[in-house]
């Protein structure tokens, strides 16, 4: 699903970086929220990026920036 990160919120837990990111899927009006590993998103994400979410079961297994072109 295409969202934008509207929050980044990075953290370590036993030495492994990991992000809550809150961001908003197009033509919906509620936040949503998710934690995930270093490895599970790209490098340096930041409130405004487009992404594109991916999710198995409703669980976030992925998230990859979109280039605006």
């Known amino acids: 699903m295409q969202a934008t990160i509207q929050a980044v919120q990075p953290y370590d837990l036993h030495g492994v970086r990991y992000y809550a990111l809150r961001y908003l899927v197009d033509g919906d009006q509620q936040l949503r929220e998710a934690r995930v590993s270093h490895d599970m998103v790209y490098p340096d994400p930041q409130p405004g990026d487009r992404v594109?979410?991916?999710a198995i079961l409703g669980i976030v297994d992925r998230?990859?920036?979109?280039?605006?072109t």
């Open 63 to 68: 998230v990859i920036k979109v280039e605006v």
């Open 52 to 54: 594109d979410v991916r």
